[in-house]
């Protein structure tokens, strides 16, 4: 019964209609937050329909739309999604549905354009995920930049005008060398379409450049060391809404675009350099680790855990090239791609509810000192349940889904190199140390003050939103066969490709 | 053997010209009572010109002993000269009635600058696009010294008369050049004789030197651009509007009519100049643009980055390159209006809204026209799904195909610099506190075809492809 709908445009225009309809209807409306509430329940249904009719038989595209846009340039509205798209969609849904819930009665200042603001960022996402015509891609690639922008600039913090700025150039720096690099594509391949991309043929030096010039694009996005410092910046100055957001998608369509760009349309490239974006992924496993040890601030130690996790996800994709060279069997390689797959969902709702949970804290107390905390499991019992196990979830614990991505991707970097594994490894130490040591400093021991002592433990609303969250990342940990399953057959032709030379 | 020409192909400038005359008398019998009646006759002119423009839109030709182009081309860019003048108008006429600047000869000055700008639009031959030229310029001169009693406003316009005058000097002494190699002033002539190489090569590239300088000054890209921003800064912001947005577009036709149509033989001495032009255009005017803090000047530099943009797709001298560059005139065009149209219409009398801290918290007091800012400036910076975007894809995709990548990779990266000035003006908007009020004294008419202005820059982000492909055809 979905095969015959526009299912994607449906999901990507559903929000964007319905965001503006809500800046219409304007903040003094009652209906205005349940109207929100219902485009967003109803897009996350509707995105539940793409894993009911997906066929996880094949690596074809499915839920093709095709219409001309700009016939000129020969671009089309051409949609479709495959096994690494269709779960990314899902978790943009589920995110923006709690994102909404989230700002219920926290967000005072212009509800309505803030509501707007995230159902719109939602069908621009959306749309990143299923747009398979390069122009397409990078509209929404871009356009994302101008809700996230407003988002940060205006409900922000006290720092938040130079947190904007900076994530916004920093991107924006990122991405117009991805808009060369597809210029430049269509240039050799005659075509706009993505799929197209993957089939032309390229010689090293060519390669090599376009993937230098995806890795600034992406490796912003993602974000790799160096170019991070943007992330802790953003989130610390971002409202809770943007934190999530930010955290658990934008930060995906880094990882999506090594998937969908990097690695089959400059494979020889990859081989040639894998081993500078793998130094740069443990590096920021590893010294990122570190660095989130030191931080004060609840929601940069988040920040930085976010980009050691996100190490991980480059590491996988590329260490396959490394298990190609030293094993004939591909099984190894399948592991680092699913890892790195599986290790992009559970992060992303797995630092979207460390945020939520931040975010709870902050409305309670305008604070994000842990130094201003402690003992708060005293007096918020249920909170500090939630909050220790998505600590637990995100340093890695068995049982969880922070657990299952890890755990792919150091077996599969064994298979590659030893000492890969082995630093990769340090984050299960690291990841344990950062955050069961903020967990102690924050939940635990003697209540330290009297804002602590006064605390409120969560309403309903809170604890379904945690609850949600603690349900998904259980179940993804504990079977994460039907995730795996529907990326499976798209992970296998990604392997082939990128094991056939273009030169 | 005398042959009528074919007056048909001249029927909007000759009913433009018919129509000045006619206002000019109104205005010397009717004086000052009169203006109301002056501005509709205006409006009238302007939108019968159009209308004849539609009407006769299609068949073409050269006429007047091949001097004079009636071509899709011609069709197009007079179609929307009028159509950018129309707006022009209706945008000032609020602010020069409060600053008693609305007297009959500004529009008198207008409908012939109009007249000249689509005389240029048509010239097919160097004495008549001169002729177009002159008659557009003198009145521009003219429009920024109406202010009299402003010292800054003379001060632009002296400015702006005598560099205007060198580069038309520049251009005369080009055409010279051009005229004493080939024989010829016509268009057409020229083109066979430079394709036949009847000419001296090199005297002929040291005339396109001349030529490329006078069109570099009238458009004002680097190192030609010193009076555009002191000339934009200060004249009246409704005077402005109007030589920022529709010389523009027949600026661009008279380097199309010379550089594509008559001397595209010999791309290989001007591709090279106006390379420099276009980077140097991209640098200057983009960082410069970072230091100002008034926005008429920004706009300025901003502008002249634009320009740097629009050469892009000239140099690159493919057909494909030349509807690029026509598409980034229109829409450039388009976003002008829109910028200085916001200027006007928070301008008030006794207040000039014209540095970017008079926008601060613009979004709590007029919210809509705080998105509307906020459209225009995103699609000047270039980010999708706005026009601008697409403006920029054009016209870098036309220098990647001619396998000039490291042009484009200055336009890509002098467009993020570009960027921060443009948040900036978001940035004052949205996360500033208002510090002084915002009240809208401008008419219902402009409020709405200001709107419809900035929601015509998203429409054209969002479905560009019918305007690209009308460029396409004209070049085809």
Redesign the interface.
């Known amino acids: 019964m979905f095969a015959e709908l526009p299912l994607l445009s449906l999901l990507i225009w559903l929000p964007i209609l319905g965001g503006m309809l809500a800046i219409m209807l304007g903040d003094q409306r009652t209906m205005m937050k349940p109207f929100a509430l219902t485009v967003a329940s109803l897009t996350m249904l509707l995105s539940f329909g793409l894993y009911v009719g997906f066929d996880s038989s094949t690596h074809q595209m499915q839920f093709v739309e095709k219409l001309?846009?700009?016939?000129?340039?020969n671009?089309h509205y051409h949609l479709g999604v495959d096994g690494f798209s269709m779960p990314l969609i899902i978790l943009t849904t589920i995110s923006t549905l709690l994102v909404v819930v989230a700002a219920w009665e926290v967000i005072q200042h212009r509800p309505s354009q803030y509501l707007a603001a995230f159902l719109i960022m939602e069908g621009l996402m959306i749309a990143v995920f299923s747009a398979l015509d390069a122009?397409l891609f990078?509209?929404?690639f871009?356009?994302m930049?101008?809700p996230l922008?407003?988002v940060i600039?205006?409900w922000g913090g006290p720092n938040?005008?130079y947190a904007?700025?900076k994530f916004?150039?920093y991107t924006?720096?990122g991405s117009?060398?991805l808009?060369?690099a597809l210029?430049?594509l269509?240039?050799v391949s005659d075509s706009f379409a993505i799929l197209d991309f993957h089939q032309v043929g390229l010689s090293l030096d060519e390669q090599i450049w376009l993937l230098l010039a995806f890795l600034i694009a992406f490796a912003v996005k993602v974000p790799m060391w160096p170019v991070h410092t943007w992330l802790p910046d953003a989130h610390v100055e971002a409202p809770t809404g943007g934190s999530v957001i930010l955290a658990a998608i934008t930060l995906k369509i880094g990882g999506y675009g090594f998937l969908r760009f990097a690695l089959p349309i400059t494979p020889d490239a990859s081989l040639a350099l894998d081993w500078f974006i793998i130094t740069l992924s443990l590096i920021a496993v590893v010294y990122i680790g570190f660095v989130a040890l030191a931080q004060t601030d609840l929601k940069k130690l988040i920040a930085y855990s976010s980009i050691a996790h996100m190490g991980f996800v480059t590491l996988g994709l590329f260490i396959v090239f490394d298990i190609f060279a030293n094993a004939s069997t591909g099984s190894g390689a399948v592991l680092a791609i699913e890892g790195a797959m599986v290790q992009m969902i559970s992060h992303g709702f797995i630092s979207a509810a460390m945020f939520l949970a931040v975010g709870v804290l902050y409305d309670r107390m305008h604070t994000r000192e842990i130094s201003a905390y402690g003992g708060v499991v005293n007096t918020m019992p249920k909170f500090a349940a939630f909050a220790v196990f998505f600590a637990m979830a995100n340093a890695g614990l068995p049982g969880t889904s922070g657990f299952v991505g890890e755990f792919m991707v150091i077996l599969a970097a064994f298979q590659a190199n030893f000492w890969f594994a082995f630093l990769a490894a340090t984050t299960l130490i690291l990841g344990a140390a950062y955050t069961l040591w903020m967990v102690k400093r924050v939940f635990f021991g003697e209540v330290a003050n009297k804002e602590v002592q006064s605390l409120s433990d969560i309403n309903r609303r809170e604890f379904w939103m945690l609850a949600s969250l603690a349900v998904i990342v259980l179940l993804i940990g504990l079977w994460p066969a039907p995730l795996l399953d529907v990326m499976h057959a798209s992970v296998k032709h990604l392997l082939t490709q990128v094991s056939q030379s273009k030169l | 053997m005398f042959q009528v020409p074919n007056m048909l192909f001249a029927l909007p400038e000759m009913l433009m010209l018919g129509m000045a005359c006619v206002i000019l008398l109104v205005v010397a019998f009717a004086g000052a009572r009169g203006t109301d009646w002056v501005y509709g006759l205006s409006q009238l002119t302007l939108l019968s010109t159009a209308v004849v423009v539609v009407w006769f839109i299609g068949d073409g030709g050269l006429t007047f002993s091949d001097t004079y182009i009636k071509d899709n081309l011609s069709d197009l860019l007079k179609l929307f000269i009028c159509i950018v003048n129309m707006l022009v108008l209706l945008y000032s006429i609020a602010y020069l009635k409060a600053r008693k600047l609305l007297q009959g000869e500004f529009f008198v000055l207008a409908i012939f600058s109009t007249l000249g700008m689509l005389i240029m639009v048509s010239a097919y031959h160097m004495l008549t696009l001169y002729l177009g030229l002159e008659l557009m310029s003198l009145c521009l001169y003219a429009m920024v010294a109406m202010h009299r009693d402003s010292a800054v406003a003379t001060e632009a316009a002296m400015k702006y008369f005598i560099l205007g005058s060198i580069a038309s000097g520049m251009l005369l002494y080009g055409m010279s050049i051009i005229y004493g190699v080939t024989g010829s002033l016509a268009i057409n002539d020229i083109a066979q004789a430079v394709a036949t190489g009847t000419g001296d090569e090199t005297i002929l590239s040291f005339g396109i030197v001349f030529l490329v300088i006078g069109v570099g000054f009238k458009f004002g890209a680097v190192p030609f651009h010193m009076w555009l921003p002191d000339v934009y800064h200060g004249a009246p912001t409704a005077m402005t509007l109007f030589i920022a947005a529709a010389p523009k577009i027949a600026a661009f036709a008279m380097i199309i009519r010379l550089l594509a149509e008559g001397l595209i033989d010999l791309q290989h001495h001007w591709q090279d100049m106006l390379v420099m032009l276009a980077v140097l255009s991209m640098i200057v005017g983009n960082l410069v643009a970072i230091a100002q803090s008034n926005l008429k000047r920004m706009l300025a530099y901003s502008t002249i980055s634009h320009v740097g943009f629009l050469l892009m797709g000239v140099l690159s001298g493919t057909q494909e390159g030349f509807s690029a560059a026509l598409f980034y005139t229109l829409i450039y065009a388009l976003m002008t209006l829109g910028a200085f149209g916001m200027i006007l219409l928070l301008s008030r009398q006794g207040y000039e809204a014209e540095n970017i801290d008079d926008f601060k918290g613009l979004s709590d007091r007029q919210p809509w026209f705080a998105l509307m800012m906020l459209i225009l400036m995103f699609s000047m910076a270039g980010i999708p799904p706005l026009a601008g975007f697409y403006a920029k894809l054009t016209v870098i995709k036309a220098v990647v195909d001619v396998d000039l990548l490291w042009v484009a990779l200055v336009a890509v990266v002098t467009s993020v610099i570009g960027a921060f000035y443009y948040l900036r003006v978001i940035k004052v908007m949205y996360f500033d506190k208002p510090v002084v009020e915002h009240r809208l004294e401008a008419g219902s008419t402009m409020q709405i075809m200001l709107s419809a202005n900035a929601l015509m820059v998203l429409g054209l982000g969002i479905v560009p492809g019918i305007l690209m492909k009308i460029c396409t055809i004209v070049f085809a």
């Open positions: 001309p846009w700009i016939e000129t340039f671009i122009v990078y509209v929404f871009e356009a930049l101008i922008f407003l600039g205006i938040r005008v904007t700025l916004f150039l924006f720096f117009v060398f808009l060369l210029l430049y269509r240039h």
